[in-house]
């Protein structure tokens, strides 16, 4: 988060002064590429380096103080850390994302949402969904998954709407047994965060819209002014980090569409403890 920050505001005040990354870099000492990769925030800076870059944007001292801060922030070992050879460079960011987002819009396509998911319910998808995955790998990707799952409590939980498609709530991922149990806590989840979850459910009486067909997707909100909003995408077999503003707008109003077909949230969660008492 905090590197992707700093990289955000190098880039605009670089633009904002149409000084290419060519010339910055130049004037720095190093290459086109390193200054790229410094603004999408794939690479790391040095205080000294970036000290000199700062010098050649006509950043103020203040803001160069502020630019040092969110350098040191991006520096600290996150939660993640340990889990990083499991995941690519580009989940491993969506982690941060997520970490930092103040609120998150998703949609489900056919599964419970993953902040919201049991050990048993995702340990089900790990092994459905990847065979060739190793018991001890699936475990530790579920172990993540719970970790993620921490921004929903705490002193500071992040803002979830999620809306879910009746067909996520009767599929019987890892068989009754599971399902029934994810069901329960999905509706516990529901009822002990009424302030920050709010879960929509489509039912299958709705009329099409939007999303129906499409992939799970994330849309991720932050409190800073200066951070845009980004989109999380996962298919079957690939995932998208989407930041381009006329992409994200079409997913905006994609998962505003999908709430319009959605029951309310008392609905919803009366349909979540109806199919749970269906299957006992």
Same mark, same amino acid.
């Given at each position: 988060?905090?590197?992707?920050?700093?990289?955000?505001r190098?880039?605009?005040?670089?633009?904002l002064l149409?000084?290419?990354?060519?010339s910055?870099?130049?004037?720095?000492?190093?290459?086109?590429?390193?200054?790229? /990769?410094? &603004?999408? *925030?794939?690479l790391? $800076?040095? !205080?000294?380096?970036?000290?000199?870059?700062?010098?050649? +944007?006509?950043?103020?001292?203040?803001?160069?103080?502020e630019?040092?801060?969110?350098?040191?922030?991006?520096?600290?070992?996150?939660?993640?850390?340990?889990?990083?050879?499991?995941f690519?460079?580009?989940?491993?960011?969506?982690? /941060?994302? &997520?970490? *930092?987002?103040?609120? $998150?819009r !998703?949609?489900?396509?056919?599964?419970?949402?993953?902040? +919201?998911?049991?050990?048993d319910?995702?340990?089900?998808?790990?092994?459905?969904?990847?065979?060739?995955?190793?018991?001890?790998?699936?475990?530790?990707?579920?172990?993540?998954?719970?970790?993620?799952?921490?921004?929903?409590?705490?002193?500071?939980?992040?803002?979830?709407?999620?809306?879910?498609?009746e067909?996520?709530?009767?599929q019987?991922?890892?068989?009754?047994?599971?399902?029934?149990?994810?069901?329960?806590?999905?509706a516990?989840?529901?009822?002990?965060h009424?302030?920050?979850?709010?879960?929509?459910v489509?039912?299958?009486?709705?009329?099409?819209?939007?999303?129906?067909?499409?992939?799970?997707?994330?849309?991720?909100?932050?409190?800073?002014?200066?951070?845009?909003?980004?989109v999380?995408?996962?298919?079957?077999?690939?995932?998208?980090?989407?930041?381009?503003?006329?992409?994200?707008?079409e997913?905006?109003?994609?998962?505003?569409?999908?709430?319009?077909?959605?029951?309310?949230?008392?609905?919803?969660?009366d349909?979540?403890?109806?199919i749970?008492?269906?299957l006992?």
């Amino acid at each position: 988060m905090a590197g992707w920050e700093l990289g955000l505001r190098l880039r605009e005040r670089r633009e904002l002064l149409d000084v290419t990354a060519v010339s910055a870099g130049r004037a720095i000492g190093t290459s086109q590429s390193y200054i790229s /990769g410094v &603004e999408n *925030g794939k690479l790391k $800076i040095n !205080a000294r380096k970036l000290a000199e870059l700062a010098a050649v +944007l006509e950043f103020d001292e203040a803001e160069t103080e502020e630019l040092q801060a969110l350098r040191e922030e991006a520096g600290k070992r996150a939660w993640w850390s340990p889990y990083s050879a499991m995941f690519s460079a580009e989940v491993l960011r969506y982690f /941060g994302f &997520e970490a *930092g987002a103040e609120s $998150i819009r !998703a949609y489900s396509a056919g599964m419970i949402t993953s902040l +919201l998911q049991t050990e048993d319910y995702a340990m089900a998808i790990m092994n459905g969904g990847a065979p060739s995955i190793r018991l001890a790998e699936a475990s530790r990707r579920v172990e993540v998954r719970m970790k993620r799952q921490q921004r929903l409590d705490g002193d500071d939980p992040v803002h979830l709407t999620t809306v879910i498609t009746e067909s996520g709530l009767r599929q019987m991922v890892g068989g009754r047994t599971v399902m029934a149990a994810q069901l329960r806590h999905l509706a516990r989840k529901i009822t002990e965060h009424p302030d920050t979850i709010d879960v929509r459910v489509v039912p299958f009486s709705a009329d099409y819209h939007n999303a129906i067909g499409g992939s799970t997707f994330y849309l991720l909100g932050f409190a800073s002014s200066r951070l845009p909003d980004l989109v999380w995408q996962e298919t079957v077999s690939t995932t998208d980090l989407i930041d381009q503003p006329m992409r994200v707008r079409e997913y905006s109003l994609a998962h505003s569409q999908a709430l319009d077909f959605a029951l309310d949230r008392a609905a919803s969660l009366d349909l979540v403890e109806e199919i749970a008492k269906e299957l006992g």
